[in-house]
């Protein structure tokens, strides 16, 4: 049977993942692929290391060139992460005319649109289904199964660390530094949490996602992205009390007719009957929109050895697949249609906000005049004393301007009954 060479540049956390599947279902990949796929080069930083996977030693090389101009490699798979030296690798590897898989979600995002012109001027293939969600096939589905569709919308739940924080103050009542430092200590979080608390990693992957959606490369910078420090045990709770959940919320929409998109990564309040309402702990979701398929939802292990790695070697496969048929550089990947980002003072959401006031008659609606004088609508208001001749005010508006609800905001703050603004998260339908 033909092989097909495979190098890895990693063999960390996902590296040894892709490694695992692809000994473990070596000979099942092959009945599917019609070729053996073997790893013939693993590149790592440190030769010493005691590995997940039990690998023969001279595989390894501390030299990713070793990887790059082995002539006996077909299809490299760059498992390191960040933009350099990973973008130089994978393009050494475009000229030394190999197919490339990645992982990488940063580079993706930064680079992805350039990496994918030069694979298809080459023919080549460049597959990166491990960027976004681990494990859930979403780019493939999106890329290849969705294909017939024009995609309108783009909505998921695409960081588990955040995810499993959010779950766990919801579920205890407990404050964001707590579940924080006890997400560190169990492994979910990093010891610099700040890529994911603070919204980084999923406006990467919601830049990947809306720019194989909608066709146009999307400047991850251009993304808003809010995470999740300012919300508290008491917002949580409230939310609970008005049939909602807070989630980390990574939402791309495209007005077509338009011409425009907006991308954007914030703590949003989901109703319990959203289908992203009930997606917990360390798992993600996403649900696509496409004009005649309607809406889907994609489910399952966002990061982690095997569901990455499975994430991998499907790319691997498809990959391998191409090659046996000859027909690598297959899936065009247009970037044509040059929608413009929407600034976010145009784009209309509902918002819900907390704030404390004096007990005194007449002061719900001094508040709701000062919303009135910005022209945002308010949908639902809830007071309640609390224990020091303060009552709680929370209320959510109609879909507003971003920019009218900020000046509203400010001017309420102001009041001499209002004693504090205590935060202000958006609503999602
Ligand atoms: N972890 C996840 O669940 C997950 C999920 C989805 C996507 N990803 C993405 O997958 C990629 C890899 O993440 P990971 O979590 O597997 O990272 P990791 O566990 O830190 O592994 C990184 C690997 O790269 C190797 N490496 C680092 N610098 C190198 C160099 N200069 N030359 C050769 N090898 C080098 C390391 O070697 P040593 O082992 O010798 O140190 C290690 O094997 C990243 O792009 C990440 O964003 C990760």
Redesign the pocket.
Known sequence: MREIGIGL???????SGTAALLTDNADLIASRVGAKLVVRRI????LS?IREVSIPAELFT?N?DDVISDPDIDIIAE????VD?AKAWIEAAFAAKKQVVT????LMAKHGHALVQIAQENKLDFYAE??VA?GIPIIAAMGESLAANRIQAVMGIVNGTTNFILSKMADEGASFDDVLREAQALGYAEADPTADVDAHDARYKIAILASIGFGTPVDESSVISEGIRTITARDIAVAKDLDHVIKLVAVAEQWEDQGTMHVRVHPALLHKDHPLASVNGAYNAVLVRGDGVGDTMFYGRG???LP?GSAVVGDLIAVSRNLVSGSTGRVHRPANANLRMLPRELVKSKFYVRMTAKDLPKVLSQVSNVFGDFDVSIESVIQRANNKDEAEIVLITHKCLEESFRGAVDVAERLPVVTGVHNWIRVEA
Not at 103 to 106: F, G, L, S, T, V
């Open positions: 540049i990693g063999c960390g956390i996902v590296g590149a790592v930083r440190d290391k501390t990713v498992l390191v992460g960040g030296p992982a990488n979600k940063e491990g960027s681990g990061a982690g050895s990455t």
